[in-house]
């Protein structure tokens, strides 16, 4: 059973950082990409970033370029996005996504950047 769990959301002020945290079990990341998105009510869930482990070939949403990076622990099965120089526009669920033969997402954590 394919597994994803996100956690490391939280409020933080603009400007500021967090690091969130996907664990990842029932796959392997030889057969996945991985990736986070994020959806504001009201509004399409939309990709943020994602990575090929296969390739090491990573994507980014234009808006996150510069201000977020994804990487993964293989050996520990996880996900990780750092970011960055956060602006309000950032305010969102974020949710973490196994795509390959299938389409899975984890459940998702609050991202608040006040200004």
């Known amino acids: 059973e394919v597994q994803l769990q996100a956690s490391g959301g939280g409020l933080v002020q603009a400007g500021g950082s967090l690091r969130l945290s996907c664990a990842a079990s029932g796959f392997s990341f030889d057969d996945y990409a991985v990736g986070w998105f994020r959806q504001v009510p009201g509004k399409k869930r939309e990709g943020v970033s994602c990575?090929?482990?296969?390739?090491?070939?990573?994507y980014y949403k234009d808006s996150v370029k510069g201000r977020f990076t994804i990487s993964t622990d293989n050996a520990k099965n996880m996900v990780y996005l750092q970011m960055n120089s956060l602006k309000p526009e950032d305010t969102a669920v974020y949710f973490c996504s196994a795509i390959g033969p299938g389409v899975y997402w984890g459940q998702g954590t609050q991202v608040t950047v006040s200004s």
């Open positions: 990575i090929s482990s296969n390739n090491g070939r990573t």
